[in-house]
């Protein structure tokens, strides 16, 4: 828990937290906003209201907000000295690699936050939707914290690795862009592969676009728990020994 503490007690005044606020605000209120100046009806109410909010945040931009979290997270530990003094420190590579990705992780659950909140101010306010935005899209937004957490896991190796804070981000929107393919072509077992399919695919349950049926089900919330476990392990396991492997710098 300390380790965890230090990282954010790192990011007080870091710019992580505009990410975490603005990006899922403007994402959802820009999809609201389109809706609006076209003139379409919301069809299906809470619905369709959902499905062009969050669908298209879910493809790509979500990665790349992971991906920026994952830069600015490491970006201290490159500067000046601070890389040898992380080595050469008393915590274990271990615990470096878990606290943060776990403060990255965190991160991105708010995020996820925003965007649901913003969802039902938006449904209530703009379009003056009656009701609540239906039980489905709550489980599956805590299954989208829970898929955001190996993409987490992966950028923050990624940003480890390289000084670049552009390039990590880079690798994010490109993975997110193949994975959305396969996505289209309704490869599911991709999300056992790619982290960014993973968290692609959940955000479109119960939306029915793309590979998605239209019904949350007990054999996909399955798949994803045991991809999110799997790709979490494997990521956090291949981290941990880089890390060991890795020596102070020059």
Same mark, same amino acid.
Request: proline share 4%.
């Given at each position: 828990?300390?380790?965890?503490?230090?990282?954010?007690?790192?990011?007080?005044?870091?710019?992580? #937290?505009?990410?975490?606020?603005?990006?899922?605000?403007?994402?959802? %209120?820009?999809g609201s906003i389109m809706t609006l100046v076209d003139g379409r009806p919301l069809e299906d109410g809470w619905h369709t209201? #959902?499905?062009?909010?969050?669908?298209?945040?879910?493809?790509?931009?979500?990665?790349?907000?992971?991906?920026?979290?994952?830069?600015?997270? #490491?970006?201290?530990?490159?500067?000046?000295?601070? #890389?040898?003094?992380?080595?050469?420190?008393?915590?274990?590579?271990?615990?470096?690699?878990?606290?943060?990705?776990? &403060?990255?992780? %965190?991160?991105?659950?708010?995020?996820?936050?925003?965007?649901?909140?913003?969802?039902?101010?938006?449904?209530?306010?703009?379009?003056?939707?009656?009701g609540m935005l239906p039980t489905e899209y709550f489980f599956a937004t805590v299954l989208t914290m829970l898929a955001c957490?190996?993409?987490?896991?992966?950028?923050?190796?990624?940003?480890?690795?390289?000084?670049?804070?552009? &390039?990590p981000i880079a690798i994010a929107f490109l993975g997110a862009g193949i994975s959305t393919f396969f996505l289209v072509l309704?490869?599911?077992?991709? %999300?056992?592969?790619?982290?960014? /399919?993973?968290?692609?695919?959940?955000?479109?349950?119960?939306? &029915?676009?793309?590979?998605?049926?239209?019904?949350?089900?007990?054999? %996909?919330?399955?798949?994803?728990?045991?991809?999110?476990?799997?790709?979490?392990?494997?990521?956090?396991?291949?981290?941990?020994?880089?890390?060991?492997? /890795?020596?102070?710098?020059?």
């Open positions: 828990m300390s380790t965890i503490r230090a990282e954010f007690l790192k990011l007080r005044r870091s710019m992580s #937290w505009a990410i975490v606020l603005l990006l899922p605000l403007v994402m959802v %209120i820009s209201l #959902w499905m062009r909010s969050i669908v298209f945040y879910g493809l790509f931009p979500l990665a790349v907000g992971v991906g920026i979290l994952g830069s600015l997270v #490491w970006r201290v530990e490159h500067r000046g000295s601070n #890389w040898n003094a992380l080595m050469s420190g008393p915590t274990t590579s271990l615990h470096i690699v878990a606290a943060k990705a776990t &403060a990255i992780a %965190i991160m991105t659950a708010l995020m996820q936050l925003v965007a649901l909140i913003t969802v039902i101010v938006m449904g209530k306010v703009a379009f003056l939707l009656p957490i190996p993409v987490a896991v992966l950028q923050s190796a990624l940003s480890m690795l390289m000084r670049s804070f552009a &390039a309704r490869v599911d077992p991709v %999300i056992f592969i790619s982290p960014y /399919a993973l968290l692609s695919r959940t955000t479109q349950l119960g939306t &029915a676009t793309f590979a998605d049926t239209g019904h949350i089900t007990l054999p %996909i919330v399955t798949s994803i728990v045991v991809a999110t476990a799997l790709l979490t392990t494997v990521v956090m396991s291949i981290s941990t020994l880089t890390l060991e492997r /890795a020596d102070t710098r020059t």
